[in-house]
């Protein structure tokens, strides 16, 4: 995992890099994009528990 250290590194990498006119927009970019993974990988394991709990279903008799 990252520490404070780290993180403030990659921070300040990123101001020099980007500058502080870029930054609120690429910020905003990551968080989209952190935000549709997540809900892909939401959907995927919500899909897998329904395959499952239809095969415990048809399994019972």
């Keep these: 995992m ?15 890099i980007f500058g502080p006119k870029k930054l609120p927009e690429l910020g905003k970019a990551v968080g989209k994009t952190l935000r549709e ?5 939401q959907g995927i394991a919500d899909d897998e528990g329904k ?11």
């Design 2 to 16: 990252l520490g404070t250290g780290s993180i403030i590194l990659i921070v300040f990498a990123a101001l020099l």
């Design 51 to 61: 395959e499952k709990a239809k095969a415990d279903h048809t399994d019972v008799k």
């Design 37 to 41: 993974f997540k809900q892909g990988a």
